[in-house]
Each structure stands twice: as C-alpha cells, then as structure tokens.
C-alpha cells in the first residue's frame, strides 16, 4: 500500500494503521481543532507515574502500560507546543513498540523465559495511599500503582479492595489465586 521508508520493525504496519484510522476519524468527525488541555498542574502526576515506571524497571517488572502512562502524564504536563509535540511523539512510538511486542508473541510465545517481568509482580501499591495493596486482580490495569514482587512484601499482605464494613477481597497477595 505504501512504499517502504521505515526501518524499524512494526512501524510501517503501526503506519499503516494508523492512517487507515485517521481516514475513518476524518470520514467520522472531519477536521478537528481543540485545545491542548495540558497543564503545569499535571507535573505532580507525571512525576509520580515516572517514579512508579522506573521503580517496575528496577524490579524487572516494567510493563507497556507503565511506560506508555509515563509518556502520556509527560505529554499532560507540557505546555510549550513543540516540547508538547515531543512528548506525543514519544507516546505513538511507545505505542508503535508495543503493538510490535504484541504482534511478535505469536512467534515468539514458546521463547519467553518464565519468571521474569510482569509474571513477578504480585500486588500493586497506591504510593497516595500506603496502606491500600491490591492483589493482581484488582491492580491490574490501574495506572499509577507501583507494582510490586514477593521481595517488595518480605511479611506479605492482603488485599485492600472492597468497602470496609461491606466486602473486602482480603486475598493474601503472596499465595497465588486458583485458576479457573
């Protein structure tokens, strides 16, 4: 469809895509013009999300979604057109990068070493609120918890979720949940 100029694996197909969906958008909405919407008072935010991605980096247990939140918090917290426009760079090319991955693990299923990564990480920690833990199943997804491994919780932990009074998961973070 399109000649080749990329040299980096995936971004062409990433390319591809993307232009098909802008066509889809622009047949949709037309041409848009909105404000940026970002803020300095987003800079706390970005920090945090920062301070979580390099400390899942650290414990070997990064994952796409923290990195691709760190970019967006970046992105959030720029005002100045062209630095803000950096910034949205860096969030398509993570995005670039992670499809990429996604695509490549069809292929490369069987190669993946097992206990490394995200298969490590077995809570989540709200760095807000130091005392709410919650195991994968309710952490999983949530930006801007700091995911942690067995060795962050050396006495373990239970599960925060729920509604005090009401239900509470409770499940003790350290003991692996059945599989269904």
Known sequence: MYPTLFSNPGVKQFAEEIDAERGRQLRKFGEQHHRDGTSLANADWADHARA?????ADEDALSWAAVLYEEFTEALAEVDPAKLRAELIQVAAVCAAWI????????NIDTQPAGTGADRIVAYRNTDR????????????WMGLTPLTSE????????????????VC???VLIAPPTA
């Open 52 to 56: 979580a991605c390099q400390h899942a």
């Open 100 to 107: 990429h991955d996604i695509d490549s693990r069809a292929t």
């Open 130 to 141: 130091p005392s709410v833990l919650l195991c994968r199943q309710h952490g999983d997804g």
């Open 152 to 167: 962050d919780l050396p006495d373990g932990g239970f599960c925060t979720w729920g509604v005090p009074d009401e239900q």
């Open 170 to 172: 409770g499940r003790d």
